[in-house]
């Protein structure tokens, strides 16, 4: 570590001791403006300062990253473009199709959302995309598009043959996204005129924007769409404001692992607590639960209820 380096920015921090003003407490219009453009150069140079230190992070530790990273056919036409968790679970739904249907399609994970760099998303897209497919979890009200979904679609402009490029909600609220839905997103873009401003894991029936699951004209409830092994005996409930469960269950050769993830009541304390049973092995890295069914934690008395 760069001793001189670390001291210089410990320097550099906010202290009572050696109190300083920064940026400004009053500017008028006479020169604010100015000053906020003349900022633009250092925001511009971001993207390849944060592409070389990717290049330093990927030489020490082995673990290499992008602006935006592909993953899928090296052909595909048909692509996703998240940011986050939801990716494990895209990955996921890409092998199954492909395994299964031998289906050409892919993501594009978005590793630096701001500043947003145009050029190296278009680098990152396969030659062969015509349909693009932009999962925001957010929800702009009265816009004409959610932010990462509007920044795709003018990145993409430039491009020789555009693709067409359409926007989705997912997980607001920390609603699940489970792999049935991404597959219903990919079914989407086979369409001639694919639905923009779609939205997965509800049933609106209201504004109609939903993708149906599972194919046909009737939504089906959220599923896997491939098995968790479920590996040995295992119980655990708890009770109390808040209870998050995890287990790690030993057996034979093997090594597995339950991931803590758990849905409960937040209105009131000791309410009703859902533990779904996911059993599976440690490289499997979808952040899913197990789906319907599994163990319940409850309240105590609505347990002996149970019981």
Request: proline share 6%; with cysteine.
């Amino acid at each position: 570590m760069d001793r001189k380096a670390l001291a210089e920015f410990r320097r550099r921090g906010l202290s009572s001791a050696n109190p300083v003003t920064r940026g400004g407490s009053a500017q008028n219009p006479d020169i604010y403006f100015q000053g906020r453009e003349a900022a633009n150069r250092f925001y511009e140079a971001v993207p390849e300062i944060v592409e070389d230190y990717c290049k330093r992070f990927g030489a020490l530790t082995g673990r290499h990253y992008q602006l935006f990273d592909y993953y899928g056919h090296p052909q595909a036409e048909e692509v996703i473009v998240a940011m986050g968790s939801v990716c494990d679970t895209i990955e996921g739904t890409i092998d199954y199709l492909s395994e299964r249907g031998g289906n050409k399609v892919g993501l594009v994970k978005v590793r630096l959302y701001r500043p947003f760099s145009g050029h190296h998303l278009r680098a990152a897209l396969p030659a062969t995309v015509k349909k693009i497919g932009v999962l925001d979890r957010t929800k702009e009200p009265g816009s004409l598009g959610e932010p990462l979904y509007l920044d795709v679609f003018k990145a993409c402009e430039p491009m020789d043959s555009a693709p067409i490029v359409v926007g989705g909600r997912y997980g607001l609220g920390s609603k699940d996204t489970r792999p049935a839905q991404i597959a219903a997103v990919y079914r989407n873009l086979r369409q001639e005129q694919p639905l923009n401003g779609f939205t997965l894991g509800i049933i609106d029936d209201v504004t109609h924007t939903s993708l149906v699951e599972g194919g046909g004209n009737r939504y089906h409830p959220p599923r896997r769409d491939y098995q968790l092994q479920v590996l040995g005996p295992w119980f655990g409930w708890n009770c109390g404001g808040e209870s998050g469960c995890g287990a790690d269950y030993r057996g034979g050769t093997y090594r597995s692992v339950c991931p803590g993830l758990f849905s409960y009541d937040s209105k009131k304390s000791g309410g009703y607590h859902n533990f779904p049973p996911a059993f599976w092995a440690q490289t499997d890295q979808s952040p899913l639960s197990g789906g319907s069914g599994g163990l319940h934690c409850l309240s105590q008395s609505c347990l002996c209820q149970q019981l």
